[in-house]
């Protein structure tokens, strides 16, 4: 699966909401062409092994993003991620 696709399945998949079980919210705020305002990321980069796969991919708001990346607790929140992705994906195959 290439990357754009796989990026288009986890914004279909996430329905417009950030897929992090903890964000404690994301913003209302929309892009300019009306989307809620979220970033597609890898929970494991792809320099260590992580795949163009909706199953490894998640859909977040900017603070939850920021948080995976540089926050104190990311190690953490990617286990938390990496289970939310495959849990998502699995069901939004079996719709």
Do not use: F, Y
Request: charged share 30%.
């Amino acid at each position: 699966m290439r990357i754009s696709q796989a990026r288009e399945a986890v914004l279909i998949r996430c329905d417009g909401r950030c897929e992090n079980p903890r964000c404690p919210g994301q913003p209302d705020d929309l892009t300019d062409d009306g989307r809620p305002i979220l970033e597609v990321d890898h929970v494991e980069e792809i320099a260590a092994g992580g795949r163009d796969h909706p199953s490894q991919m998640v859909a977040l708001c900017p603070n939850c993003h920021a948080v995976k990346t540089r926050g104190r607790t990311r190690e953490a929140l990617r286990g938390v991620l990496a289970q939310a992705a495959r849990d998502k994906h699995a069901a939004w195959l079996l719709r």
